[in-house]
């Protein structure tokens, strides 16, 4: 799986949108893959959940939904250097509070490096799902841009 991993990511590399998304429930793989990537181009992984958290902290959660594309992007400004940044546990980028599409979000910050992502959900008929229908994270986007690799 890494070896199709590779390729793929250097696929996007000559798209505008360099996106690739890792997609499993959770328990499917995702993590591990991710970490045997990273660990073979010697990148880092982003744990968004984290760092996005304690980076909204300071704000006020009135003013979130206007910063946080931009603070996701300083975020992300660090590993510039390396053209591939890894992401992983991004779950928080659902909270309703924040009132962002997180494909489209993900898909912004992919056009000026690689971004390759643990996409926390299904991929069916070629939309991305998260969250069941009527629950608050929900989320269902057709894959526009972007390159999935299945693990389920």
């Known amino acids: 799986m890494l070896e199709r991993l590779e390729q793929l990511v250097a696929d996007a590399a000559q798209l505008n ?3 690739v998304l890792v997609v499993a429930n959770s328990g499917g793989g995702k993590t591990a893959l991710l ?3 990273a660990k073979s181009r010697d990148l880092q992984i982003i744990n968004v959940g984290s760092e996005l958290s304690n980076l909204l902290v ?9 910063e946080v594309l931009g603070v996701l992007r300083d975020m992300l400004s660090h ?3 390396r053209r591939v940044v890894v992401l992983d546990n991004i779950e928080v980028m659902f909270d309703a509070e924040l009132k962002i599409n997180p494909f489209d979000t993900i898909k912004r910050l992919a056009h000026a490096m690689t971004v390759v992502v643990a996409w926390p ?6 939309r991305l799902l998260y969250a069941k229908v009527g629950h608050p994270e929900h989320c269902d986007v057709a894959v526009d841009g972007a390159i999935v690799l299945e693990l389920n």
């Open 17 to 19: 949108s360099k996106l």
């Open 121 to 126: 959900g299904n991929f069916k008929d070629g």
């Open 79 to 81: 590993h510039r250097d």
């Open 58 to 66: 300071p704000i006020a959660s009135s003013q979130r939904s206007f």
């Open 35 to 37: 970490a045997e990537f």
